[in-house]
């Protein structure tokens, strides 16, 4: 059993406290008169009568975590740029004889949703701002326990059930991450700072949840969803955490010496490691205004401690928290926009600032969530399913569906981390700065529903960082366009002339060592052999593979259609599903796949104009795109698809004789969907002596423009083609769905087919300029194949 923390009374709050920093001037004095401190405050407030200032180190020598100032020492030599702080400069000031604010007010109104009006006394503020002005004090804040930044929970009686783990736009993909080693968080520590949880529920008791220091005293049933969200056991009760193999633990602001949230980040951040992430459920008190609900870095003393923190190399993840605040416009106490990143007195801190957005997608900011270009990152603040407790009995077997606030968005970005570093340290043998894990967890992810007036950066898509540039850890599949085709999408090359589709009359004994890496015949487009009605073919289907992982359990489905220049899935008739026996390698290795047979009965009839064939591979982590309804649509899934091959073709041998003509049938196709313009091209590359004409129905011709008729008395309409070279066939607009049966006639010198030379002849179709379709026949002396 899991050892639990026992909830314990935090020492007596006593008096109100400030944070004050001194000048180096001002420090000095301070060492050489232990009492400078102490005249300052009473020269501010004129000597007023009960007024007793007591003066301690921010961060007490005897709690001062050890070795942080040595491993400070080294995070600068690392980053000379990093300008950290001095805590030897900050000192704590108890203020007997000053009001506290009422805590019974801070244990019940967490946002002003709940009707809180948090603000700091006002003899506190205005001895906050006389102290300020002072030549010899740089910064200075109040120490003051509020509640964390979370909704209260039965508020928002809507239900949803960890939507948060699902695919984007409505989730982060956490279970997609899980497919991933690491992907669960193994190898990931993260801690959890505020001020209580109930660390035995049941399902957190076996994660091994513990305390690093402080009082578990206050708020668990805030502490206990928080880690719910993240760690919640892998098990057959309760929900599942975003990275339920993660090391949790925790760490609080009570102090042996009072409330303290700069102390506690800079003990948490000595007990971690470069790469653990650690996460702020805590809100701050404005120093000028005197408001609650802000991010804790408003106060410069937790801003140095997360500074520090992140010089270490650990990601610190920040509640943007709760006011509804425009962070771009606060000014500090100097007068100066610390959280506008367009300004020049913008402070970096090194953090990663997180924003509350609703559940449902489109997903828009809630209105208490503070905002502005500091928040980086957003994710659900509402509805979310987690582990829970009451307050007051300590229950180890309650949940909620009611979760929210920055509060609860703030673990998801946590999981996001989480799994990012996991899969990272796994697979990449490393994990990333806080720098670029915020960068990662920024790029390409989910923005909100109006990001100009929400303001809360983006939703990470574990997905789409797992397969993107900085981890590409998904397989990436792909068939060849044409050769040359090195899997980018958008496709920018030729389409239907795929190398990879490979149809033979009889079947291949090694088709691995016939067609593969290493066969000789890796970039031969003449593989192929004619197809003849009545008898059965094999198919094979090539495969490369330009992801980060092999692609288990790999899956081609092929289809067949009518020679057209313009296959769209209306047209297809599929032929069966290959699967591979073994995974896809990386590394671009061309990859047989074992015969499909198409048997003699599906084999229909068709004239000499060839066939099209379509290949669409599928494997775990890489699957096959939807079928597109629309033509726009089908123009993108030709495009950004680079698991979708087409082959149109046919090998003909040229009948023997002077003066014979082969004729080849084709189809030129309209869309699908509504009447669209197309423009057609013929490319060329017969032997000279060669004679290429187009025979098109008299409708067909007048929709292209085409005015040359075969003969007098004909429907017919020839158009005469190039032999060799790029060609303008006609420009038209095509009613949908239509199908014209076209002749391709073709004449060629019987002796120059036998002799050296590859000899082919292409239609090409394109609409807006993109082309969309292309038939290819290629012309060979008869070798004997039947």
Same mark, same amino acid.
């Given at each position: 059993?899991?050892?639990?923390?026992?909830?314990?009374?935090?020492?007596?709050?006593?008096?109100?406290?400030?944070?004050?920093?001194?000048?180096?001037?001002?420090?000095?004095?301070?060492?050489?008169?232990?009492?400078?401190?102490?005249?300052?405050?009473n020269?501010?407030?004129?000597?007023?009568?009960?007024?007793?200032?007591?003066?301690?180190?921010?961060?007490?020598?005897?709690?001062?975590?050890? *070795?942080l100032?040595?491993?400070?020492?080294?995070?600068?030599?690392?980053?000379?740029?990093?300008?950290?702080?001095?805590?030897?400069?900050?000192?704590?000031?108890?203020?007997?004889?000053?009001?506290?604010?009422k805590?019974?007010t801070?244990?019940?109104?967490?946002?002003?949703?709940?009707?809180?009006?948090?603000?700091?006394?006002?003899?506190?503020?205005?001895?906050?701002?006389?102290?300020?002005?002072?030549?010899?004090?740089?910064?200075?804040?109040?120490?003051?326990?509020?509640?964390?930044?979370?909704?209260?929970?039965n508020?928002?009686?809507?239900?949803?059930?960890?939507?948060?783990?699902?695919?984007?736009?409505?989730?982060?993909n956490?279970?997609?991450?899980?497919?991933?080693?690491?992907?669960?968080?193994?190898?990931?520590?993260?801690?959890?700072?505020e001020?209580?949880?109930?660390?035995?529920?049941?399902?957190?008791?076996?994660?091994?949840?513990?305390?690093?220091?402080?009082?578990?005293?206050?708020?668990?049933?805030?502490?206990?969803?928080?880690?719910?969200?993240?760690?919640q056991?892998?098990?057959n009760?309760? &929900?599942?955490?975003?990275?339920?193999?993660?090391?949790?633990?925790?760490?609080?602001?009570?102090?042996?010496?009072?409330?303290?949230t700069?102390?506690?980040? +800079?003990?948490?951040?000595?007990?971690?490691?470069?790469?653990?992430?650690?996460?702020?459920?805590?809100?701050?008190?404005?120093?000028?205004?005197?408001?609650?609900?802000?991010?804790?870095?408003?106060?410069?003393?937790?801003?140095?401690?997360? *500074?520090?923190?992140?010089?270490?190399?650990?990601?610190?993840?920040?509640?943007?928290?709760?006011?509804g605040?425009?962070?771009?416009?606060?000014?500090?106490?100097?007068?100066?926009?610390?959280?506008?990143?367009?300004?020049?007195?913008?402070?970096?801190?090194?953090?990663?600032?997180?924003?509350?957005?609703?559940?449902?997608?489109?997903?828009?900011?809630?209105?208490?969530?503070?905002?502005?270009? *500091?928040?980086?990152?957003?994710?659900?603040?509402?509805?979310?399913?987690?582990?829970?407790?009451?307050?007051?009995?300590?229950?180890?077997n309650?949940?909620?569906?009611?979760?929210?606030?920055?509060?609860?968005?703030?673990?998801?970005?946590?999981?996001?981390?989480?799994?990012?570093?996991g899969?990272?340290?796994?697979?990449?043998?490393?994990?990333?700065?806080?720098?670029?894990?915020?960068?990662?967890?920024?790029t390409?992810?989910?923005?909100?529903?109006?990001?100009?007036?929400?303001?809360?950066?983006?939703?990470?898509?574990?997905?789409?960082?797992?397969?993107?540039?900085?981890?590409?850890?998904?397989?990436?599949?792909?068939?060849?366009d044409?050769?040359?085709?090195?899997?980018?999408?958008?496709?920018?090359?030729?389409?239907?002339?795929?190398?990879?589709?490979?149809?033979?009359?009889?079947?291949?004994s090694?088709?691995?060592?016939?067609?593969?890496?290493?066969?000789?015949?890796?970039?031969?487009?003449?593989?192929?052999?004619?197809?003849?009605?009545?008898?059965?073919?094999?198919?094979?289907?090539?495969?490369?593979?330009?992801g980060g992982?092999?692609?288990?359990?790999?899956?081609?489905?092929?289809?067949?259609?009518p020679?057209?220049?313009?296959?769209?899935?209306?047209?297809w008739? +599929?032929?069966?599903?290959?699967?591979?026996?073994?995974?896809?390698?990386v590394?671009?290795?061309?990859?047989?796949s074992?015969?499909?047979a198409?048997?003699?009965?599906?084999?229909p009839?068709?004239?000499?104009?060839?066939?099209?064939f379509?290949?669409?591979?599928?494997t775990?982590?890489?699957?096959?795109?939807?079928?597109?309804?629309?033509?726009?649509?089908?123009?993108?899934?030709?495009?950004?698809?680079?698991?979708?091959a087409w082959?149109?073709?046919n090998?003909?041998?040229?009948?023997? &004789?002077?003066?014979?003509?082969?004729?080849?049938?084709?189809?030129?196709?309209?869309?699908?969907?509504?009447?669209?313009?197309?423009n057609f091209?013929?490319?060329?590359?017969?032997p000279?002596?060669?004679?290429?004409?187009?025979?098109?129905?008299?409708?067909?011709a007048?929709?292209?423009?085409?005015?040359t008729?075969l003969?007098?008395?004909?429907?017919?309409?020839?158009?005469?083609?190039?032999?060799?070279?790029?060609?303008?066939?006609?420009?038209?607009?095509?009613?949908?769905?239509?199908?014209?049966?076209?002749?391709?006639?073709?004449?060629?010198?019987?002796?120059?087919?036998?002799?050296?030379?590859?000899?082919?002849?292409?239609?090409?179709?394109?609409?807006?300029?993109?082309?969309?379709?292309?038939?290819?026949?290629?012309?060979?002396?008869?070798?004997?194949?039947?």
């Amino acid at each position: 059993m899991a050892s639990q923390q026992p909830i314990a009374e935090a020492p007596p709050a006593g008096p109100p406290k400030i944070a004050l920093k001194l000048t180096p001037a001002g420090h000095k004095k301070q060492q050489e008169d232990p009492n400078f401190i102490t005249g300052l405050i009473n020269a501010a407030e004129n000597g007023r009568g009960g007024l007793v200032p007591s003066v301690n180190p921010l961060i007490p020598e005897d709690h001062r975590p050890a *070795r942080l100032s040595q491993r400070i020492a080294a995070a600068a030599v690392i980053d000379p740029s990093a300008d950290l702080p001095n805590f030897d400069v900050w000192y704590e000031v108890a203020l007997e004889g000053l009001e506290s604010v009422k805590t019974e007010t801070a244990t019940t109104a967490q946002t002003p949703a709940d009707g809180g009006n948090l603000s700091l006394p006002k003899e506190t503020l205005e001895l906050i701002h006389k102290l300020h002005r002072l030549e010899e004090v740089e910064s200075v804040h109040a120490l003051q326990a509020g509640p964390p930044p979370a909704v209260n929970p039965n508020d928002d009686p809507r239900s949803v059930n960890q939507g948060y783990l699902n695919a984007a736009p409505v989730g982060i993909n956490a279970r997609y991450a899980w497919g991933f080693p690491g992907g669960d968080g193994l190898g990931v520590n993260i801690v959890d700072m505020e001020q209580g949880w109930k660390l035995d529920h049941e399902d957190l008791q076996a994660a091994g949840i513990t305390l690093i220091s402080g009082y578990n005293a206050a708020y668990y049933s805030h502490g206990t969803a928080v880690l719910g969200e993240m760690l919640q056991v892998d098990n057959n009760i309760g &929900g599942v955490g975003i990275v339920p193999k993660a090391k949790g633990r925790v760490i609080s602001q009570h102090r042996p010496t009072g409330y303290n949230t700069a102390a506690a980040i +800079l003990d948490a951040a000595n007990n971690m490691a470069f790469g653990d992430i650690l996460l702020l459920e805590a809100q701050e008190f404005d120093p000028v205004g005197g408001q609650y609900y802000w991010p804790v870095s408003v106060a410069d003393a937790n801003f140095d401690a997360v *500074r520090v923190a992140s010089a270490l190399g650990i990601t610190v993840i920040e509640a943007a928290c709760n006011g509804g605040y425009d962070l771009d416009t606060y000014v500090n106490l100097s007068g100066k926009y610390i959280f506008n990143r367009s300004s020049p007195d913008y402070k970096e801190s090194g953090a990663t600032m997180v924003g509350a957005s609703s559940s449902t997608a489109p997903h828009y900011r809630l209105w208490y969530s503070n905002h502005g270009s *500091r928040v980086d990152v957003y994710a659900w603040g509402e509805s979310i399913d987690t582990t829970f407790t009451d307050d007051n009995t300590g229950t180890d077997n309650s949940y909620t569906e009611y979760f929210s606030g920055t509060s609860g968005a703030s673990p998801i970005i946590v999981g996001a981390a989480a799994a990012v570093q996991g899969i990272a340290n796994s697979s990449l043998g490393y994990k990333f700065s806080p720098l670029q894990l915020r960068q990662i967890l920024t790029t390409n992810g989910t923005p909100s529903s109006t990001p100009s007036t929400d303001r809360i950066g983006v939703m990470p898509n574990l997905r789409a960082i797992i397969d993107g540039r900085f981890i590409n850890l998904a397989p990436d599949l792909y068939i060849r366009d044409y050769i040359g085709d090195n899997g980018r999408v958008p496709s920018s090359g030729t389409v239907s002339n795929s190398p990879d589709i490979i149809v033979r009359q009889t079947p291949v004994s090694n088709p691995q060592a016939s067609f593969g890496q290493g066969s000789g015949n890796e970039n031969s487009t003449s593989l192929s052999q004619p197809i003849l009605a009545g008898r059965d073919h094999s198919i094979y289907i090539r495969l490369l593979n330009r992801g980060g992982s092999a692609a288990q359990n790999t899956k081609v489905t092929v289809y067949h259609a009518p020679a057209a220049t313009l296959i769209t899935p209306n047209l297809w008739t +599929l032929i069966g599903t290959v699967a591979l026996p073994s995974a896809v390698p990386v590394g671009r290795v061309l990859t047989v796949s074992p015969r499909l047979a198409w048997p003699r009965d599906k084999v229909p009839a068709a004239g000499p104009g060839g066939w099209s064939f379509v290949a669409i591979a599928t494997t775990d982590k890489d699957p096959a795109p939807v079928l597109p309804t629309t033509f726009p649509a089908f123009v993108e899934f030709v495009s950004r698809n680079n698991n979708v091959a087409w082959k149109s073709f046919n090998v003909v041998a040229p009948p023997s &004789g002077t003066g014979a003509s082969t004729r080849l049938q084709v189809g030129i196709a309209g869309a699908f969907d509504a009447p669209r313009r197309f423009n057609f091209k013929g490319v060329g590359s017969l032997p000279v002596g060669s004679e290429v004409r187009l025979e098109v129905p008299g409708d067909l011709a007048r929709q292209l423009g085409v005015v040359t008729p075969l003969t007098g008395e004909s429907t017919t309409v020839a158009v005469p083609l190039h032999p060799f070279g790029r060609g303008e066939i006609g420009e038209g607009t095509l009613p949908v769905g239509s199908v014209s049966q076209c002749e391709l006639v073709v004449k060629v010198p019987e002796e120059e087919i036998k002799g050296e030379g590859q000899w082919e002849y292409e239609i090409v179709q394109e609409w807006e300029g993109v082309e969309v379709g292309r038939i290819t026949w290629h012309f060979k002396a008869d070798d004997g194949v039947e």
